[in-house]
């Protein structure tokens, strides 16, 4: 099972919106809204953000959004803030009863 | 405290063989799936494994279906990984982390434990 297609990087000012995609195949992403995104800091723990594609967890910030079309998920930061640099990961179950995570965004707040 | 942490980690031979353990803490642990994902040197995570609540289903990658295995002692709050026949490319930190019931995401991780896979 190949990784889950993400940008390598993007970026934003603060106070910008930045949306980071997530592209799987009808066997992942397109299969189920089983899509969870996860920021980790390097040298911390990840973080569960968003779960089954839009739902956000207690204690998340309301700018952090999920969505999906098709065979792609979306994450939206809103309101970019400084501390939202970090990695961010998606991942999906798959019809073989796995999962696979996507490749991984570096997000820069410039 | 709600927490888990991984223990077992260190430096192997290629071909060796190494355990992991998985102890959690401070929630009821015979409820979740536990799953370990790594993030080998410079990439990114990759999932690896889980083990449902009553150790009966496990899966695994196709990257080590065949050399890793699952097992969780539900008593003691455990989940170990049996890892075989190990490659350089296993060389990672491996995570542990809390799956929830029913749903198909992990909402706890472990802060990790290094393997090394080098002659």
């Known amino acids: 099972q190949s990784a889950l297609t993400q940008p390598a990087s993007v970026s934003g000012s603060p106070g910008q919106s930045i949306a980071i995609s997530c592209t799987g195949s009808s066997s992942d992403i397109g299969a189920y809204n089983y899509v969870s995104w996860y920021q980790h800091h390097p040298g911390k723990v990840p973080k569960l953000m968003i779960s089954?594609?839009?739902n956000r967890p207690s204690g998340v910030s309301d700018r952090f959004s999920g969505s999906k079309s098709g065979n792609t998920a979306s994450l939206t930061i809103s309101g970019l803030q400084a501390e939202d640099e970090a990695e961010y990961y998606c991942?999906?179950?798959?019809?073989?009863?796995?999962?696979?995570f996507g490749s991984g965004t570096k997000v820069a707040v410039l | 405290e709600v927490q888990l942490v991984e223990s077992g980690g260190g430096l192997v031979q290629p071909g060796g063989s190494l355990r992991l353990s998985c102890a959690a803490s401070g929630f009821t642990f015979s409820n979740y799936w536990i799953h370990w994902v790594r993030q080998a040197p410079g990439k990114g995570l990759e999932w690896v494994s889980r083990i449902r609540y009553d150790g009966r289903i496990t899966d695994y990658a196709d990257s080590v279906k065949g050399r890793f295995a699952v097992s969780r002692d539900n008593a003691k709050n455990t989940v170990d990984v049996h890892m075989n026949s190990l490659r350089a490319e296993d060389t990672a930190v491996y995570y542990c982390a809390r799956g929830v019931p029913d749903h198909y995401y992990v909402d706890l991780w472990g802060r990790g434990t290094l393997v090394t896979v080098s002659s």
């Open positions: 089954d594609v839009s």
């Open positions: 991942m999906s179950y798959t019809t073989s009863s796995t999962y696979v």
